[in-house]
C-alpha cells in the first residue's frame, strides 16, 4: 500500500506516525509556573539527539484557541525544565500527570510524585523517576503545528546502583522503562533479546 501523505489532513498524518513510528520513550517533564506552580506532563514525541554538546528534543502540538499547554508556557518563559524517563513502577502516576488540571494546580500532587531540588535549574525533579535530566533550551524550533525544544542536559540524576560509574555503563538488568506504544498503549521492556537470540530464533537472516 502507498500512501501519499499530501493527500491526507494532518490529523490523519498524526495517527498513522503515532501508531507506526514505535515504541517511543516517554518524557515526563518537570517545569515551573509564574506562580511558582510546579508542573508535570508526559510527552512522547521525544528523544535524544547527540552527545557533544548533550542534547534531547520533545515537541508539543500547538493549541488553536487559549493558552498553550503550561509545558510550552513555561519553557519559552524561563528556558528551563526535567526530563524524567518513566518505569514501571511509576507508569500510573506518569500517566496521571497527563490529567487536564488548571495552571496553579500541580500534578506532582494530583499523581502522588514527589518533588526534590534539582542541582542546576529551578524546576525540581521527581524522586520516583529513576532518570531526570536538568536541561535548559537549547534551541527552540515552531512548525505549523508544534513547537520543538531542543534541551542541553546540565546535569543528570539516576536512582542509585543503576550506574557503574567505573565503566559508565548503565546497568540495564535494573532498568525497566515504559513507552508509547501507540492510541492509549504503553508498552515494558520485558522482552529483551540479544541479535544472537534473533538469528537464533529466525528473527533475522544471518549474515
Known amino acids: 500500500m502507498d500512501i501519499d501523505f499530501s493527500q491526507l489532513t494532518a490529523y490523519q ?3 498513522l506516525m503515532a501508531s507506526l513510528i514505535v515504541p517511543r520513550p516517554i518524557a515526563l517533564i518537570t517545569t515551573l509556573g509564574a506562580d511558582g506552580t510546579v508542573n ?3 510527552f512522547s514525541m521525544f528523544n535524544m539527539v547527540g552527545e557533544d554538546p548533550p542534547v534531547v528534543m520533545f515537541s508539543i502540538n500547538k493549541l488553536e484557541t487559549g493558552p498553550q499547554k503550561d ?3 513555561n519553557v519559552l518563559r524561563t528556558g528551563e525544565f526535567v526530563v524524567h524517563l518513566t518505569d514501571e513502577a511509576m507508569a500510573a502516576r506518569m500517566h496521571a500527570c497527563g490529567d487536564t ?4 494546580e500541580s500534578e506532582l500532587a494530583h499523581a502522588g510524585l514527589t518533588p526534590v531540588p534539582s542541582r542546576s535549574v529551578a524546576p525540581p525533579r521527581i524522586a520516583e523517576a529513576p532518570v531526570a535530566f536538568e536541561c535548559v533550551t537549547h534551541e527552540t524550533l515552531e512548525t ?3 513547537y520543538v525544544f531542543i534541551g ?3 546535569y543528570l540524576a539516576v536512582r542509585e546502583g543503576l550506574v557503574d560509574t567505573t565503566t559508565w555503563r548503565v546497568r540495564l538488568e535494573d532498568y525497566h522503562p515504559v513507552g ?3 492510541a492509549d498503549l504503553y508498552m515494558t521492556t520485558a522482552g529483551r533479546f540479544t541479535a544472537a537470540e534473533a538469528q537464533d530464533a529466525g528473527m533475522l537472516e544471518p549474515k
Do not use: D, N
Not at 488540571?101 to 496553579?104: D, G, Q, W
Open 40 to 42: 508535570a506532563a508526559p
Open 71 to 73: 509545558t510550552v508556557v
Open 13 to 15: 498524518r498524526y495517527k
Open 152 to 154: 542541553r542536559v546540565q
Open 101 to 104: 488540571l488548571p495552571p496553579h
Open 180 to 182: 508509547r506504544f501507540g
Open 144 to 146: 505549523a503545528s508544534r
